[in-house]
């Protein structure tokens, strides 16, 4: 029952508010009502549930269809799928990214015969380089079109503060830019580490749920997403080397190790992480060494 004329007795009273009481008798017709449209409900259960639970998501694989893989660079790099490129210190690691931007942007031609890439334009995560002095002279020296290379340099806030980038937090703005732009087809990240935000890379299970919007973003939108990570060598061993942190955990179709040895810059191949996903042999011998004063 409405009662404007007072508050009941332990409410402040305060201008234009009205207190609404549901006598007794109300309260229990609207129950009986409730209970003839939905049925009834045993004592300590919700009416009305706050959440919906969990439910796994199913397909019948009879209802999907086959499609072939989709390379950016065949068979190395896939298009849609998470590629990671690993490898030691100085081995030209960025550079690379660099060469694949060139030939991407450029409609050029990989090594080794391996055909044409599907052209478009470039995006990067580089946050070890700066523009100016080591991407921009990177990307001329392999003959990039930089009309089409875009760097994120980091995130403004509603505030007007300017912060890093962060894939997990911030993974809508690249999708923003995938739909600005549709021409978009690789996205590079150098390193993968840098951009985790508080994930702890020491966990697989944080890791993997880290990455994996990352991965299905790129199957949505059919681009390639190559991340750079660094090797380290095994606790113990001082031989065998292994993706930094818990990178290693997140194996991707094009994951691809840099070889160590003389002369690796012109003639080592990124080695597969399984042997199942062997490509074919053949050095990259045609990759040229991009700006010799970044050797990094």
Known sequence: MLNPEKNPPGFPRAEGVEVIRIAPKVLKETKDAQQNELGTFEQGEHLWPT????????????????????????????????TLIAGDPGLGKSQLTAYLAAVVTTDGRWPNDDGRPVAGHVLMLSCEDDIADTIRPRLEAAGADLEKVHVIEAVRTGEGRMRGFNLVADLAHIEAALKANPDIR??????????????????????????????TLAAQYGVAVVAISHLNKASGTGKKHQCGDRIQ???????????????????????????????????????????RKHPR
Request: hydrophobic share 30%; charged share 25%.
């Open 51 to 82: 959440s919906q639970p969990d439910t796994i998501v199913m397909r019948r694989v009879a209802d999907v269809s086959s499609e072939p893989i989709r390379w950016l660079w065949h068979p190395r790099i896939a298009l849609g799928k998470l």
């Open 186 to 215: 690789l996205v590079t990240v150098d390193p993968i580490t840098a951009y985790m935000g508080p994930t702890d890379t020491h966990r697989t299970a944080d890791v993997r749920a880290a990455l994996s919007p990352l991965q």
């Open 249 to 291: 955990c997140i194996r991707r179709r094009g994951a691809r190790q840099l070889p160590r040895g003389q002369g690796r810059r012109r003639r080592g191949s990124p080695a597969p992480s399984r042997k199942q996903e062997q490509p074919r042999q053949g050095s990259i011998a045609g990759v040229p060494h991009c700006g």
